[in-house]
């Protein structure tokens, strides 16, 4: 089954509705983290590449656009249908190459899905208006367009969710597309492709261009003028260079960056619900979110009974490779994530803080890294300012809301943010106060295809999902109409 489901993914770039080699005949190596070894290779693309997409999507984009919305809408219809029917399937690739438990591989499956049907219903429901001018001189009409050719940028934590999130709503608009996944885990973009080509999508509307080369490949197509539209997912520094990129030809942009997320739990919290929401705030897809829980805050009179209950929970998840019953934990991306999340409890122990559970590396193949617990964190340990993207719960203390409210706050950053309260005036007087795009009450999970998500600050600009997601992809454009009075 394994064998078949990676034999059958295409391993070409797709570019105006044919799968092609990169020009170079390059490939790179898609590797399986569980066990640091080569599951295939794909074409690496070259600038070249990356421009022979642009002049396909560009190509397509007056018939895209005038492609009436039902007949958008129903594409990615009969898209969301063939990726439920092959859920197993795309769990399964999923998890091959970027590691997370089968589970939580057919969840993202249908919540990947689930942005397909929601701009789909979107699609025929883009609207403009009709008014009369104060003066009574002009009517004014207001419609909206596609905004043009897109290059959509997705990481590879999600691997079919981010594809789903951004291409959906771009289908819907009228947008053509270049796509270029993460070079780890560029095999589910590539099954995508070949699913909107079943579902009907027209050639040059969708190109994927998969390399090592991001810098090179990019620059030039955001500095050419043909692109208008970018949605980036990734860091804040990626992204920092990315808009000065886009500043020359002023290309629209969507930024969902970096995160650091805080949790707080106040004395009024029921524990059970809050160990439970930190649990998932903290370990979906093994804390390589940028919406996990990275600086968790408990007041003073609960912080040893909730350290003491999360440890337990979280000494008792089973790691291993994802494909295997009953495992919580998969490996991290590659090594060099399983440094990082292990240089910050280093870094942090050295400090002062105390370990209640995992912070060892263990030896054996792949890039595991066990659930952890750290207590004590002193202000000036690197976890306080660090993006972990891994596995450990950092637990600091406070005594006043005012406290807790300010450290929240003390950060870049602001996509995310959890609060635990029984209190609703406490509940929505902190949710106000929290300087994030986004904010869990008595939940550690945010992301619904329905919702806007997004960030404030140093985290990103514009929104994914929900009614305003297919606007990111939209032009208003206001026609004067003389009534003659």
Known sequence: ?????????????????????????????????????????????????GQRAVDAAVAAQPAWAATPPRVRSEILRRAYDLIIARTEDLALLMTLEMGKPLAEAR????????????????????????????????????TRQPVGPCLLITPWNFPLAMGTRKIGPAIAAGCTIVLKPAPQTPLTSLA?????????????????????????????????????????????????????????????????????APLIVFEDADLDVAVEGTMVAKMRNMGESCCAANRIYVHTSLAEEFATRLAARMAALTVGPGTEPGIDVGPLIDTAGRSKAHDVVCDAVKRGATVLTGGELPEGPGSFYPPTVLTGITPDAAINDTEVFGPVAAILTFDTEEEAVTAANDTEFGLAAYLFTQNLDRALRVAERLESGMIGLNTGLVSNPAAPFGGVKQSGLGREGGRVGIGEFLEYKYIAIPTGA
């Open 192 to 260: 995508l492709a070949a699913i909107l080509t079943e579902a009907g999508l027209p050639d040059g509307v969708l190109n994927i261009v998969t390399t090592t080369d991001a810098a090179g490949v990019i620059e030039p197509l955001l500095r050419g003028g043909q692109i208008r539209k970018l949605s980036f997912t990734g860091s804040t520094a990626v992204g920092r260079i990315l808009l000065a990129q886009c500043a020359d030809t002023v290309i629209r942009t969507s930024m969902e960056l970096g995160g650091n």
């Open 107 to 142: 969840a993202e499956v249908a919540y990947g899905a689930e942005f397909f049907r929601w701009f789909s219903e979107e699609a025929v429901r883009v609207d403009g208006g009709l008014m009369t001018a104060p003066d009574g001189k002009n009517r004014l009409l207001v």
């Open 1 to 49: 089954m394994t064998t078949t489901v990676v034999r059958d993914v295409p391993k070409q770039l797709f570019i105006g509705g044919s799968w092609q080699d990169a020009e170079s005949g390059r490939t790179l190596v898609v590797d399986n983290p569980a066990t640091g070894e080569e599951l295939c290779r794909v074409a690496d693309g070259s600038p070249a590449d």
